[in-house]
């Protein structure tokens, strides 16, 4: 299948503690073309003196950012996070283990910014910027998936994800950013999602969909695009328009929406909700990208806006829109007043696609057939920008929990994996954090193996047969690599998925054959 | 020789307190531009003080994390507290009442401190992981603290020290009135290196003391939907 070895399984749960130096040294993605990079303005190409305007780029950064600076300092190397990144567990190469990774651009801080450095480099482990430390960072910054699940273990917080987002902006402005996420940020931004795909394209498949749903359910359900006046839009990974099994999550929003009986829209000018601007760090595209969703929310005026299932999109959405884009509520400058006068503060801002859902399952609103997904056994994997750098509902935790009741009330059979692996602790798929390209699939596959190790676990002990999960990334990158441990691509599916097929909807054929046909029974 | 550790003092000591001063007003006045709370995160003030305080006082997410580290790392900086809290006696006449009262306690903290010590040294020394990811800085920084802890314990339990010139020189100090320092290899080293932590306090890991305080992953509050959070200069580009 490839020129790399799948590991193998180890005893589940395990520390990993054999060391093997350089082991993913020469996994490096693509360098961004000219084009991408200017496209999100950066230069093009490797500029003149790159060495002196990486190191002025980094002080820009330490003064703009508290979590940079604070984060460089404040390691004492306690080796606490060095067991806990997926990467390292599944390649042993010591410098994915948080600190070191860290220590790949703090060792430069070191040499340029502190006193220690400057005056005794060795003694403190500093260096020079120099192209074989470009080469490592453009190497190990892109085996990093920013899933932050160093950060919950670290005494002080320190989150690796802010040091890589800095790395990369870094690079990015000297002109050495990575293909993928660049060129994705201008399809974005020039067309409206990250696939490229036009608008009537758009409108096309969504009728494919309408048509797939009626024939099932006998219903017409619609799937609305550009619909000014609508109560709700919708602003959901562009994934869930063509790619397996997102399309199936896509169906399963539009039946809640039917059948809650309101009135949504999608935008074709804001096709995406995936925002790669914080995977390189960029605050400016962070902003540009989230202000095409407040550009279309204005447009089309609508009061609410619902969140699909995209893991890093939705930490955007909930901790990011309102700062960069005054989506939310609080807001009292004009910037803000704009949008947040137009919108009903008497819903959360933005709010997840799976909050909708609950909110109506705890009103009683859907009725469901459980037995419809009782060929399944289900496990849910937490996506780790959902579970780490976000929240639903109205307390801490609310994330953990409202994606596992939505999939109880849709199904019986439910198990949770290893206490370790989930929620707050959670694994990374191995595919985010713009990591989802095949010129690093060795690493993803590699750094699939500890979700792999415990979906195995509940495989093996409570026979699952299943993964839900609420994110593209995970989705796309669990289709792509389960095979490569011997689970079945089909394995992955969307949470409302699996809600969307146990949904009876009033009317449809499903609720005709349960209560019969002709009979008014409506309980 | 009393002189020259006067010198020493004050310098350490104002090296100490603009360092320190300068490095925290550097972290405060550095903005947060975005909500980056590791979740889940308390949803009000009064929770992130609660959050803060279980970091600071019981290091929760360490607990978390590894068991060995915690233990010693909880023995090293509890025993330190301890000992440093006793200390006060040197520095105070009369002596406050509660420093009188952990007085026995604190003699034996040092033991814990200095256990933690070796226990986190160990470690750095026999596991890979934290071998792999150790400068020689980090080494000399235990050493450092050891030796403190060790020539202290050297003065209360092998050979005695003065130690009410000893108080008398500190209380004189403070007044900035230079009297006798007792000539004790043990206290002079000791002595000595207090003042060399004293001084890479500012410039060192050692900041860590402060920086969690101002660590955006454990201090935000989580709340980005319900109120607009604005850096100033991410303010400008709404403009």
């Known amino acids: 299948m490839a020129d790399f070895q799948t590991p193998e399984f180890r005893q589940f749960p395990s520390v990993p503690n054999r060391l093997q130096a350089d082991a993913t040294k020469h996994l490096s993605p693509f360098v961004a073309k000219p084009d991408h990079q200017k496209n999100i303005g950066f230069p093009g190409e490797l500029v003149d003196n790159w060495e002196q305007k990486a190191i002025e780029k980094m002080g820009e950064l330490l003064s703009k950012y508290r979590s940079l600076q604070v984060y460089l300092d404040s390691c004492v190397k306690c080796g606490a996070c060095t067991d806990k990144c997926h990467y390292f567990q599944g390649t042993s190469d010591p410098k994915n283990m948080p600190v070191a990774r860290q220590d790949l651009l703090r060792s430069v801080y070191r040499r340029y910014y502190t006193i220690a450095g400057k005056y005794f480099p060795k003694l403190v482990g500093a260096r020079d910027m120099t192209r074989e430390v470009l080469d490592e960072w453009h190497s190990y910054f892109h085996q990093c998936s920013q899933c932050r699940r160093c950060s919950v273990f670290c005494p002080y917080g320190i989150d690796t994800a802010e040091i890589s987002m800095a790395a990369r902006e870094i690079m990015d402005s000297v002109g050495h950013g990575q293909k993928y996420c660049n060129e994705i940020l201008g399809k974005v931004q020039t067309i409206g999602n990250n696939l490229g795909l036009p608008g009537p394209a758009l409108e096309a498949t969504l009728e494919e969909f309408e048509e797939e749903i009626e024939e099932d359910t006998g219903l017409p359900v619609k799937i609305p695009i550009d619909v000014k006046g609508a109560d709700i839009l919708l602003i959901t990974p562009s994934a869930d328009f063509f790619a397996e099994p997102h399309i199936d999550g896509l169906m399963g929003y539009a039946k809640v929406f039917h059948e809650a009986g309101v009135n949504w829209t999608l935008s074709s000018y804001a096709s995406e909700a995936a925002n790669f601007s914080m995977f390189i760090g960029s605050y400016s595209n962070l902003k540009k990208v989230a202000e095409r969703i407040r550009k279309a929310a204005l447009d089309l005026g609508v009061k609410r806006i619902v969140v699909g299932e995209c893991g890093h999109a939705w930490r955007v959405a909930y901790s990011f829109w309102n700062t960069v884009a005054g989506i939310g509520s609080g807001g009292d400058d004009v910037y803000a007043r704009e949008l947040q006068k137009q919108l009903d503060h008497s819903y959360p801002i933005p709010q997840h696609i799976c909050e909708f859902t609950y909110d109506l399952i705890k009103e009683n609103k859907l009725r469901f057939n459980k037995a419809e997904n009782d060929h399944r056994t289900v496990t849910f994997h937490d996506s780790c920008n959902v579970a780490r750098g976000s929240r639903m509902g109205n307390y801490a935790g609310g994330q953990f929990d409202i994606p596992r009741a939505l999939i109880k009330a849709s199904c019986n059979n439910f198990v949770d994996m290893d206490i370790s692996t989930i929620k707050e602790a959670t694994y990374c798929c191995g595919g985010g954090g713009g990591l989802l390209t095949d010129d690093l699939m060795e690493i993803r596959v590699k750094g699939a193996l500890p979700r792999m190790e415990a979906l195995n676990d509940v495989v093996k002990s409570d026979g699952v047969t299943h993964m839900a999960a609420i994110c593209a990334i995970c989705k796309a990158q669990f289709a792509k690599i389960l095979p490569y441990y011997n689970f079945p691509m089909d394995m992955i599916l969307s949470t409302h998925q699996l809600v969307g097929e146990a949904l009876v909807m009033k009317g449809s054929l499903q609720e005709q054959e349960l209560d019969g046909n002709g009979d008014d029974d409506d309980s | ?239």
């Open chain 2, 1 to 239: 020789m009393s002189v020259l550790f006067a010198l020493l003092f004050y310098a350490a000591t104002a090296l100490f307190i603009a360092g320190l001063a300068y490095r925290i007003g550097l972290y405060f006045k550095t903005p947060a531009p975005l909500k980056i709370p590791t979740t889940p995160a308390p949803t009000t003030q009064s929770g992130v003080l609660w959050r803060m305080a279980r970091e600071v006082l019981f290091f929760e997410s360490l607990f978390k994390s590894n068991k060995w580290i915690w233990l010693f790392g909880y023995l090293f900086h509890v025993g330190l507290a301890l000992v440093l809290m006793r200390h006060l006696r040197y520095f105070t006449d009369p002596t406050w009442g509660w420093v009188e009262f952990i007085q026995p306690f604190g003699i034996y903290a040092s033991f814990a401190m200095v256990a933690g010590l070796l226990g986190l040294w160990l470690r750095r020394v026999l596991v890979p992981r934290i071998r792999y990811i150790s400068n020689p800085s980090d080494h000399l920084m235990l050493f450092l603290l050891v030796m403190i802890g060790v020539s202290g314990m050297m003065m209360k339990f092998v050979s005695h020290t003065d130690i009410v010139m000893v108080k008398q020189y500190m209380l004189g100090l403070m007044r900035f009135e230079i009297r006798d320092l007792p000539m004790d290899g043990p206290l002079l080293i000791h002595l000595t290196l207090v003042a060399v932590l004293m001084i890479i306090f500012p410039i060192s890991k050692l900041l860590h003391a402060p920086g969690i305080l101002f660590s955006p992953t454990r201090n935000q509050v989580d709340n980005p939907r319900e109120k607009r959070h604005l850096a100033s200069w991410a303010a400008e580009l709404d403009k």
